[in-house]
């Protein structure tokens, strides 16, 4: 059985940090594209950024030099690295997963972040 839980959000001042875990059980991180989405309230739920199967990373253009994807296969944990967040950050924040063969999508249950000025 898949899962994905994500942790690590909180309440962060504008410009602070925060790291997200995605710890997944039921799949290898390299046979599936791993991705974050956040949903802010009365927002669609938008996509953060991703990383391949291979590990190739793209990022939506308003986090780009500020999110960091990265993956410990070992530990089958994918990560959001976040750096000088603005209050715009502000959503609840998602771990998503499709295999690269079957194409089922898991989504985890999210992690609340909260960025004041």
């Known amino acids: 059985q898949v899962r994905l839980m994500e942790s690590g959000g909180g309440l962060v001042q504008a410009g602070g940090s925060l790291r997200l875990s995605c710890a997944a059980s039921?799949?290898?991180?390299?046979?599936?594209?791993l991705a974050w989405y956040r949903q802010a309230p009365g927002s669609e739920r938008e996509w953060v950024g991703s990383?391949?199967?291979?590990?190739?990373?793209n990022y939506r253009d308003s986090v780009k030099d500020r999110f960091t994807i990265t993956r410990d296969n070992a530990q089958s944990t994918l990560y959001l690295h976040m750096n000088n967040l603005k209050t715009e950050d502000t959503a609840v924040y998602y771990c998503?997963?499709?295999?690269?063969?079957?194409?089922?999508?898991?989504w985890g249950q999210g992690t609340q972040v909260t960025v004041s000025s």
């Open positions: 039921g799949i290898s991180l390299t046979q599936n594209y």
């Open positions: 990383i391949t199967s291979s590990g190739s990373v």
């Open positions: 998503w997963t499709q295999n690269v063969d079957t194409l089922v999508i898991y």
